[in-house]
């Protein structure tokens, strides 16, 4: 409606935050996606390889390696409304600093023996794969092809990616969908490529970013840039149309979005819907501040938002 289209521009702009995509395996998710059987005593566990669902095709295997390449995974499937937990383990085979440089082979051959075993077995289909070529190879002046970094090079890897705290959503869905992860059993929670990030160092914030995305007028906006479940609905390109500003800590409005956030997450974790019903209507009329909307306003988005949810049932 008209009105709801002069209450959701207020909305409307850029983003003081960036998102990124996360760790991109270039197609080789059952090498680097793996559960964990068991610990041994000599402190190497034992992992196996997740091979259900991999468009291509990669051997099971059950094999002992170093866990300090290990981190939580968070796969699209994980992330929901106020809730995301990994439900496995990724190799990433790149260190905080390193971004696209993978950590060198002779490194990982000396201090991770059994991780190099593992990726040793997969060698063959690491090189085929068609984002390495593109990105870490290239041809000399004699035309020959040289590699430009190790045959396990991962990609859409950054700072971000070790940020302690994250707000994430799946990129292709019916809404926004954000949940805030920080840490598991001591180590951050790593999102896969179809899970959009923002990265944040402070927890406030992070669930301040959180409460906004996961807003009715956050969702609004979002379907007035792209068209819902479409490839662009939750990618990082979101950010460019949705104005949500930096955190201030000294605002009121930011610090009762971060707790309402933290409230909603704690609800979601204990499964009680109804409770967490009343801190979305009050994440509403937050974000409703947040950008400044009238009490009118907002309830006209709320209206008309219904009006789009009943169209396409």
Known sequence: ????????????????????????????NAVYWVEVM??????????????????????EVAEPIEPD???????????????????????????????????????IHQLYPHTWAY????????????????????????GKVIETG?????????????????????????????????HKDGKVIVPQHIVTLVAI????EAHFMGASVNSTLANFAARAYAQEGGKSFGTPHILDHIRIPKYDPADPVHRALAE??????????????????EIEKQVDTLAAKLWNLTNKELAEIHRSLAELEARGK
């Open 201 to 204: 160092e402070d927890e406030n």
């Open 150 to 182: 190790p045959f396990y090079s991962m990609f859409n890897i950054g700072d971000y990616t070790f940020a302690p705290w994250k707000v994430v959503w799946p990129n292709i869905a019916s809404s926004l969908e954000a949940a805030v992860v920080g």
């Open 69 to 107: 390449l290990l981190y939580p995974l968070l796969r699209g499937r994980d992330v929901k409304r106020w809730h995301a937990e990994p439900s496995a383990q990724i190799l990433l085979t790149h260190k905080p600093g390193m971004r696209l440089k993978a950590v060198p082979e002779e490194e």
């Open 260 to 277: 309402a956030s933290k409230e909603a997450h704690e609800a979601a974790a204990q499964g009680d819907e109804p409770r967490l019903r």
């Open 38 to 59: 068991a610990e041994r005593p000599d402190g190497l566990v034992v992992v196996r390889n997740i091979t259900k669902g991999a468009k291509r095709q990669v051997p």
């Open 119 to 142: 990726l040793k077995r997969f060698e063959p289909i690491l090189r085929e794969r068609a984002a390495f070529k593109r990105y870490f190879t290239r041809k000399d002046k004699g």
């Open 1 to 28: 409606t008209k009105p709801a289209l002069r209450a959701v521009r207020k909305v409307l702009g850029k983003s003081d935050y960036t998102a990124h995509a996360g760790v991109y395996t270039g197609g080789a």
